[in-house]
Structure formats: structure tokens, C-alpha cells
């Protein structure tokens, strides 16, 4: 397991963020939010696929306004999402569980005020979105769009908001290029004990997404930085909770489900490797018990990943071993294998629940 560097605990709606809580995971709708039957549907798709809180995009006062018959008839807390122009946040602040401005953009001080003063009435967070494509003019002509902007504009905002009493906060530092923002959440990390959402922006479609969002959101959880998350990927809801799932339980952040170790193949393969791994995946998708189990193609690694392994298969020619806890159960012929190792995993899931 990583090891977290203490935050303050706030509350989005009933998820916790920071503390002790587990690392949640975020993502937006992208329907228009006036449409409510829409956005309502996206966010059930969402909760479905083990999304915690959702983000709707507030452009006009329709979107606004619709906050309230979405509330209504969604579980997940909601954030709305603003620019530009504080009376939406006032608005919006009256039905949702958070609001996420970059004070940057709101204007001048006495309207960000007005949301704070909102936001304290309703004893909602505020998170404070950093994006290094919209700084603040003095920071960008200081700065220009790089960490060290992105942190001082961060900073100036807390103080802001600190300075008005308010400290419900959480914070995001976001770029599309990877270091930076790296680097950002980095330097800003010992400096205040808010709780991060950690994010790539604009990171681009499912695979180049998935490959940044796993080298920057990785290395920061690694560090024991990160309260809660979301994975950007111009793509569809599902896969944007999948892969930030993914991410965390990869990176030891949450300990959720099997761990598969499988070997890459080679020439001394001799069975179907592939098409066994494909189902066992399928077939052990439901367990949530963090087991490591493994599936090797030949004895030459297997005998040593079984030892480490909860479950293993070691295939041979036509045939394999089935070993629980480094100890052979079973010596079955190839087509018996998948199913024997299924089984033995779904026992030992019972067992631990
Ligand atoms: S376990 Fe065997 S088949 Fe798989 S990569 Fe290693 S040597 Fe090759």
C-alpha cells in the first residue's frame, strides 16, 4: 500500500475526501446540463461503472436551475462546474454538493465573496480549479504557463478564500503536459494541507489518456499525493472511471480486486495463454477481495510466481498445475484449468469476506 501524506478531511455530499478516506474517483457529463433527462442518464451510467462524485458543466442559467431536478433524482454528489460568471455559482450553489470555480476567471474579488459567503451558508466545499491554460494575467506575465504559475495562482486563491474565513477547500492543479503538472501538485503539496484532486487536463483519447494519466497521476500517488481523482479522456464516461479504477489499484492506492500477474509469452508457450487470461478476467471481474494470482505459459517462471501468487496456473503441454498459497491442488488436463482456478479463486474470496 502507498503511503499518504496527511490531508484535511472535507465532505463532497457524503464522500470524503482526504484524511482517511479512500482516493475517489470523478468524472463530468457532457451532456448540455439543461437537458436533465440526459445528463440524469449519464450520471446513473456513471455510477454504475464505480464513478463516487460527478461534475456538470454550468454555462447559463438553464444549466443552473436544471441542478435541482437532477439532485433529485441522482445518488452521487454533484459539482457544478463554473466560469466567468458568479451568479451561476450562486445559483447552482443552492442544489449541488460543491462548486468548482478558478477564481481566476470569476472576476474581481467582491464576486468571489458572494460565492464564498453562498458556499458557507450551504456548509459546501469549494474546489479551487487551477488550469495553466486560464491563469491570472499577473501570473501568466510572470510566470507564463508553467508549474511555478500555476502554484502561485493556487496560492493566492487559498489565501483569498482563508482570508474570508473559509477553508472548505479542496484544490487542482491542472496541465495537459505531464511534468507540470507533476511538478505543481508536487510544489504545492508541503505548503497547505488541502486535499488534492489530481488530474491530467486534455490528455486525449483512451490510449494516450490512459498512458498519461497513468505516468502523472501514478507518480503522484507514489509520492503519497492525491485525495481524489479524474482521468480526462476524450472518449465515453465508463472509460474514464475504468481507467482511473485501474490506476489506483495498480499503483497500491486501492486495494480492490484480483491483481493478475501473466506472463508476456514466449517461444517455450505451449497453450493458449491469451484466449486463459481473457477468461479468467471476464469470469473474476465481480470479485472485489484484492487477491495476486497468477497465470504462467510454462514452469520456467511459474513454480516462482506461484510461490508469491494466492491462486497460480502453471500451464505444461496439454496439461498444467493448479497451485493455491505456492502448494499444487490440482494436475489437470488444459481445457480443466481455467475452470478449477476459478473456482479456487471464488472460494478463497468467500473465505476472506
Ligand atoms: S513463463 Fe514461459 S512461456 Fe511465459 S514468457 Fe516466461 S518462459 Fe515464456
Known amino acids: 500500500m502507498i503511503k499518504r501524506i496527511p490531508t ?5 455530499g457524503d464522500v470524503a475526501i482526504g484524511g482517511d478516506a479512500p482516493i475517489s474517483t470523478q468524472s463530468m457529463t457532457y451532456s448540455t446540463t439543461a437537458d436533465v433527462e440526459e445528463t440524469v442518464e449519464q450520471i446513473k451510467r456513471l455510477h454504475f461503472a464505480g464513478c463516487d462524485i460527478v461534475r456538470c458543466a454550468v454555462t447559463g442559467e438553464e444549466d443552473a436551475y436544471a441542478l435541482k431536478a437532477i439532485k433529485e433524482q441522482v445518488e452521487l454528489p454533484l459539482v457544478a462546474d463554473i466560469h466567468f460568471n458568479h451568479k451561476l455559482a450562486l445559483i447552482a450553489s443552492e442544489f449541488v454538493d460543491c462548486i468548482r470555480i ?3 476567471n470569476i472576476g474581481n474579488k467582491q464576486k468571489v465573496a458572494e460565492v464564498v459567503k ?3 451558508e450551504r456548509n459546501i466545499p469549494i474546489r479551487i480549479g487551477v488550469n495553466s491554460g ?21 496560492q493566492y486563491n487559498i489565501k483569498y478564500l482563508e482570508d474570508l474565513g473559509f477553508s472548505d477547500i479542496k484544490i487542482s492543479l491542472k496541465a495537459s503536459d505531464v511534468q507540470r503538472t507533476v511538478d505543481a501538485y508536487r510544489i504545492l503539496r508541503p505548503k497547505n494541507n488541502y486535499p488534492f484532486h489530481l488530474g491530467v487536463t486534455e490528455a486525449g483519447t483512451l490510449f494516450h489518456a490512459t498512458v498519461k494519466s497513468s505516468i502523472g497521476l ?3 500517488l507514489l509520492d503519497g499525493i492525491g485525495d481524489t481523482m479524474r482521468v480526462s479522456i ?3 464516461l465508463e472509460e474514464e472511471i475504468n481507467v482511473a479504477r485501474a490506476i489506483l489499484k495498480d499503483s497500491g492506492a486501492m486495494p480492490d480486486g484480483l491483481n493478475i500477474i501473466s506472463c508476456p509469452t514466449c517461444g517455450r508457450i505451449e497453450a493458449d495463454l491469451v484466449s486463459a487470461v481473457t477468461e479468467i478476467e471476464k469470469r473474476t471481474a465481480h470479485i472485489k477481495t484484492p487477491l495476486n494470482v497468477s497465470v504462467m505459459g510454462c514452469v520456467v517462471n511459474a513454480i516462482g510466481e506461484a510461490a508469491h501468487a494466492d491462486v497460480a496456473i502453471a500451464y505444461g503441454k496439454g496439461k498444467g498445475l493448479v497451485m493455491v498459497k505456492g502448494e499444487v491442488v ?14 479456487e479463486v471464488e ?5 476472506a469476506e
Do not use: H, W
Open 134 to 154: 486560464s491563469l491570472e494575467k499577473e501570473f501568466d506575465n510572470k510566470y507564463g504557463q508553467t508549474a511555478q504559475g500555476m502554484v502561485a495562482s493556487a
Open 347 to 351: 472460494d478463497m474470496a468467500k473465505d
Open 102 to 104: 478558478n477564481p481566476g
Open 118 to 120: 453562498a458556499c458557507q
Open 234 to 236: 476524450t472518449g465515453e
Open 330 to 343: 490440482a494436475n489437470l488436463d488444459e481445457k480443466e484449468l481455467v475452470d478449477r482456478f476459478v473456482s
Open 218 to 220: 501514478g507518480t503522484l
Open 8 to 12: 484535511k478531511k472535507i465532505y463532497v
